[in-house]
């Protein structure tokens, strides 16, 4: 539809339904930039206005009608061959009103022939209608028209007055009888719906009336305490406690077993857990609900559709009838139609904000609710742990917020999880339902559902008593209780990952928006701004399934396993083993659920559990009266699930433990029960991480809408007429306040970090951990295989002599000790062999090694070992054996030699363990300072004592205890290992150090040992002091001692007021693991725990105790090669194993490099993806603030537009690819001191962000003051009060809107260009190939339109160019592309060549000025003169 050519010629036409701009502050068209009068021009072509009069006879004489032969002149004012009522019904002189709407004097006017266009030689724009009246009534003849003529509605023919001109008053808005049958539909549906909805409301009361009384007097709430079973025999399905071999077990039916023990008791932690603070309700399904359910979501359906139906009409789009009408629902009027979708468009709103509100109620409250166990589903409710960091320093305003926030979540019920549950039944009848992939039962005794965990006992003897297995028919009941030992991961398919994902706050308020743009012929932009949604949300969809089909590989594993039942082997699928079955174990086999091996030896890879990289040797159950204890003892015995089987071998001749052809292992835990179960349920139903970030978008949001509301505010200030037209404006302005790309942008970072991680051979399970890893502000280390070698050194040995109780001289030679301690390192161990390559300890493996012995590979007893020089000298048979124990810090064996006949006990552990079992007159009086002579020179020592026993039979030795074998030994001698740093780790520490980050040694070796160490990686500085502190128990007070001189300190504090020039203390502290216990204890830890730099001897319990201490003051990281660091890896903020898995579910992030350079590599990536997330954030919401900025404000001021086209280009190209390039940015070679910033409300952030706001609002400001001072400008300018603003398409066709096109458009490429910069995280700028790329293509395509002559890039955006007659009148080539007609004067928006070189180098300075504040004050000099003046408050530590 073409556009006409002079806006102002139809000013008399535009109505009361128009929406007009009013320039306060100057007069259009009135002054030149000189201050002189703008000179009149002419104007050809203005149509004039219809004259009417009573009777044709009284038309001026060159406007009597005159039709051809057959025609009649008709009431439309033209010549047809008959003047039907309809032609009859387009009287212009009516004013489009008819009945009681058209005045009487009105109701015979009829018009004259029309007037043809006219010239105005002196047209004047502030009186356009006076000047159009004077010029057609010259060329109708009319002599003096102020007499002769009046204006329709002033005046009407009578007297000396003859006619009046058909300019029409706006005409009066048609109003609806609300008997239309769209409304009549409208009221019956939502009636109808109204009505369904309270006969629900009624009948769910009645029906629930008994519940509600029961539900007051009863809590339906499982915990711990709650759900504990008694162990009452005679509770009908359930099995009596018992742990004692030989004992009797109720089972199911009743019947009685010998030798078995189980137990069903949901007294343990992991049950605990699991059902801690679960609430449940019980709910069952209702014809009439159901009917509800479907009514709303098709009212839902109903009312999006209905806003589709009123924008087609819009559009004239309707199908049948109304095809082609404009606004026929609308009854023809533009004003009532954008009135009524408004109002339609406000209901949607509040409808779907009210089910977004009610979403985790909404199905649940049409059902009928019940008690849990007689319902078809139950809601399990469960609060919402979130885990804050980095909120301690919240400033009083956070803290407001804080508090508004929790409440308003608390009251809209947003601060629990809520979970609806289908209830099932087993083949028995038993109830339950699956909840986080737990089975949960009910339980006839306590009334309510429970987790279960059959407790199979803690005795050595009753665990090994149940070795024969479980029936078929107790298989099948513990498998009811339990569930089958599968980890269902569900991920949805496609359509539903996508449905989850656009159900979020962010996407509705997106969409409801989108309509908006839709109807007000903004479809075109509504379009770009609905795929960049789309592609945001496709981002994160792909990111979210492909981390769950990861995490699915990892969960979900099924396999053929021999079981035993009912006395016999049957291969059944993992899938139905059940605690208490009984197992083969074969090479190649993988753990599908925890079990403890009781006959048997067997290698492990517990790579991709635990990250230990070495493959873990387990040994069966003794016979004894020793009690299990997984995570203790008995960890040496537990084959964890996700594990897999290197090698077996059986054991048909044992001393203390069971004999069998078959390597045998019983179920402990299946499914979530088991470990690998617990940690991938933690991360498919992690706690949710509140970042400070999250914390401050809170006032960032609503410091948006407080200026969301001003930009509506001059809407209505700026603009007259239509309200609704007005607050549609502002709907605009509101919803491009935040760019749809914000969900997007904060993702990609992580994913792109992810991404270079990979290729380092760093893997990440929990992407979200990226950004808190950039915070990282202590490093948690373990020692041996992390900071040093996984292998240590063979260093020697140094023997007692046992005449003189001194030690020999110190030998690297094992030759020349005696033939004792040689058999010592033998087979004081627990190697074997796996196809070649040996297997077990790294310590035992460098042992045996120098002992130059060989593995017998068909052992008599459980092991069996031939001694250096070959089988002449005997084989020694281990005949039992102790594994290392941390709690023991010992092991032991018992060893047959077989050229002698002695049975022979070796112990071997740390020294200290070792002398407290030894003779004190084996201990030479120096063995102390010896010990830690080589301790404090790096050496990894261990003592070897011994003892011959008075037995000769092997068989007896099974009646012997641990204690009585290891009483009374005769000290041997030390064996003596160096513990070399890995080439890379002092380097690595030095950049850590560098990068701010504190780094702290958790080791389970000696602490001097660890001092050692720390000086040699530069953990501790060499010329420092280091204070020991070591107690015997956590009963006794900690004694320090300087380590350097071994002389007690009586006070640590004078020693830690020694400051040094880096202002901290010059005295480091260490720790062994009972003094720290003694200090947690006393609650000293929290003044000295950041002092302390080593900390020694410590369990993986305390491993895992320090790290939370730390994590009270910071963000913590943690690294370990796996094994014991498990605990502490998974408590940290961010665990990094060191693994050859390539994915550990034992801690977020794992490395193949085995270096703390990954570390390093973590903490560079991660500080990079956070910058480049903050980056994107500052450029989009410098994109909201250009956005609804300087061009709404210029905007509604000038009533101008971009065109069409631009808004594609910047929506669609500019933010898209300007945010995808940030992302681009690589990682700084180095870490820098300071850590980025994770604050947006933080002085970095304000400062970015607002200077380049303020500078952009200044550089906008003068452009226009510089746009009024041009000559060529002024007296062409864009007529304001003459322009239906509601055309916003027609309003971009003046040079108002071509400079506000050029500056906010390099603004735009400018604002991710600006945030670039960040060198002391991220790559220098000119590192970052894409962002030049594309920053390089947009710029030069929009100087090109500014600077070329008129071209087709430019008048494709209706920039530099115009109507192609005018372009040739200007002196240009003709067009030859097609142009449509300019909407203003002249014709054109060309800027005079000289003009626009001045204008590029104006942006060019706007975007100068923008990297000057950059470079120079946020990231430059001023910056770091703050931070020294005025720095934050920040963790103060030593590093």
Known sequence: MARPLLLWAAVAALSAQSVYGSQLWHDVNRYDAHGNECKLREVRGIVCKPLCV?????????????????????????????????IQALNPCHCSRTGDQLPSAARSLVPCMAIPNVTIEHFRPWDAGRDIRSACGAKAGIVDQSKTVAIWGSGW??????????????????????????????????????????????????????????????????????????????????????????????KPNGEFIHGAASTLDMGTAT???????????????????????????????????????????????????????????????????????????????????????????????????????????????????????????????????????????????????????????????????????????????????????????????????????????????????????????????????????LVSFFYIYQC???????????????????????????????????????????????????????????????KDLVPGDVIEVVSGAYMSCDCILISGNAVMDESSLTGEPLSVRKFPLRLDNGHYNAMGSGKMSTLFAGTSVSQVQPVQKSADGLESPRVLALVKSTGTMSEKGQLVRQILFPSRISFIFNEQMRIVVFILILYAIFVMGMAVYFYKGDVAVII?????????????????????????????????????????????????????????????????????????????????????????TNALFRQAMASCHTVTDLNGQLIGNPVDIEQFRA???????????????????????????????????????????????EATGKIHVFIKGSFERVKSVCRAGSVPRNYDSVCVNLAYAGCYVLAFAHKTLDVTDPSSIKEFSQAELEADCDLLGLLVFRNNLKPDTADAIAELKRGSTRTVMITGDNALTGVFIARECGMVPQRNRVLLGECRSPMEEVKWVDVDTMLPVDDIEPYLDNVGFDGFTTTELAVSGTAFERLCATGAIDSLLLKIRIFARMKPMNKVDCVEAHMKYGIIAMCGDGGNDCGALRAAHVGIALSDAE?????PFSSADRSINSCVELLRESRASLASSFANFAALICYGQVMCGMVKMAGFYFAISLTQNMWLLIDGVIATSLMLAISMSGSAKRLDKYRPTSRILGPQMLASVGGVVMINWVFSTMAYVWLFQQEWFRCNEHATAEVDVKKWWLLG??????????????????????????????????????????????????????????NQVGCAFRLNCGTPSVLESLGYKKPTWTIEAYNNPQGHNVIPTGSRYKLWGYCLGNMAATNFWQLFVVNGPVRNFLRKRKPLDRLRTKL
């Open 1143 to 1147: 994915a550990s579910v034992v801690s």
């Open 512 to 574: 409801i928006f989108l309509w908006a743009y839709y109807f007000n012929a903004y479809y075109q932009i509504g379009l770009v701004d609905t795929g960049i949604i789309l592609i945001s949300a496709t981002i994160k969809v792909i990111l979210r399934m492909l981390s769950e089909r990861r995490l699915k590989r990892m969960a979900e594993h099924e396999e053929s396993i021999l079981v035993s039942r009912d006395g016999q082997w049957y291969q059944v699928s993992s």
């Open 54 to 86: 009573s009777d044709l006879a009284r038309c001026p004489e060159s406007l009597q009608p005159s039709c051809p032969d057959g025609q009649s002149f008709c009431a439309d004012g033209a010549c047809h061959t008959k003047c039907t009522d309809v």
């Open 851 to 897: 002992s130059k012995a060989a593995i017998d590979p068909a052992p008599k007893y459980i092991d069996a070992v031939l001694t250096a020089g070959g089988s002449e000298k005997g084989k020694l048979h281990i005949v039992r054996r102790f594994e290392f124990v941390h709690a023991r810090a010992s092991m032991s064996v018992v060893v047959l030699d």
């Open 271 to 501: 049950a605990n857990s699991l059902s801690r603070d679960i609430k449940l309700c019980g709910y069952r399904n209702h014809i009439l609900g159901t009917v509800c359910v479907w009514s709303v979501a098709l009212v839902t359906a109903l009312w999006i559709c209905y806003m589709g139906v009123w924008t087609a009409d819009y559009y004239g789009a309707l199908p049948g009838s109304r095809f082609g009408s404009y606004y026929s629902l609308g009854l023809g009027s533009l004003t009532l139609q954008s009135s009524t979708f408004l109002v339609v468009w406000m209901l949607s709103l509040v409808f779907l904000l009210t089910l977004y509100i009610l979403k985790p109620h909404l199905r649940n409250y049409f059902r009928v609710r019940t008690l849990p166990a007689h319902g078809q589903y139950v809601c399990v409710v469960r609060p919402i742990r979130e885990i804050k960091l980095l909120s301690d320093k919240a400033s009083w305003v956070q803290r407001r917020v804080n508090l508004i926030t929790e409440r308003l979540v608390a009251l809209l019920s947003r601060d629990k999880d809520y979970t609806t549950c289908l209830i099932e039944k087993t083949s028995e009848g038993r109830i339950y339902f699956n909840y986080q992939c737990t089975r949960y039962v009910y339980d006839d005794q306590i009334q309510q559902f429970a987790p279960f965990e059959f407790d199979l006992g803690s005795s050595h003897r009753g665990l090994l008593a149940q070795a024969v297995g479980l029936s078929t028919k107790d298989a099948h009941y513990r498998q009811e209780l339990v569930g089958p030992n599968f980890i269902d991961v569900k991920i949805p398919g496609i359509f539903a990952a996508f449905a989850r994902e």
């Open 728 to 816: 549609f404006y502002g709907v605009f302005a509101l919803s491009q306040l935040v760019s749809p790309l914000l969900p997007a942008a904060m993702v990609i970072g992580q994913s792109i970090a992810a991404s270079r991680l990979r290729r380092k051979q760093i893997f990440c399970i929990d992407p979200q951990r990226i950004m808190i890893a950039g915070k990282v502000q202590i490093f948690c280390f373990d020692k041996t295989g992390t900071l040093t070698k996984e292998g240590l050194e063979f260093h020697g040995g140094q023997i007692v002599d046992p005449a003189s109780t001194t030690f020999a001289s110190f030998t690297e030679d094992p030759a020349a």
């Open 1293 to 1350: 066709d003046n040079y108002e809107a071509s400079i506000l096109s050029f500056v906010s458009t390099f603004q735009f490429i400018n604002n991710g260009f600006v945030f670039n910069y960040g060198y002391l995280y991220r790559a220098r700028w000119y590192k970052n190939y894409a962002m030049l790329l594309v920053w390089g293509f947009l710029m030069a395509f929009i100087s090109y339109m500014l600077l070329a002559d008129p």
């Open 157 to 250: 023919p009578g007297g000396d007055t003859t006619g009046v001109w058909a300019e029409c008053p706006a005409a009066p808005i048609p109003n609806f009888t609300f008997r239309e049958s769209y409304w009549v539909a409208t009221f019956a549906v939502n009636g109808a719906l109204a009505l369904i909805l309270s006969l629900w409301g009624v009948n769910k009361r009645w029906a629930e009336r008994n519940v509600r009384k029961t539900a007051t007097a009863t809590t339906y709430t499982i915990n711990g305490t709650q759900t504990r079973r008694s162990g009452n025999p005679e509770t009908k399905g359930f099995v009596k406690i018992q742990d004692d071999i030989g004992g009797e077990v109720i």
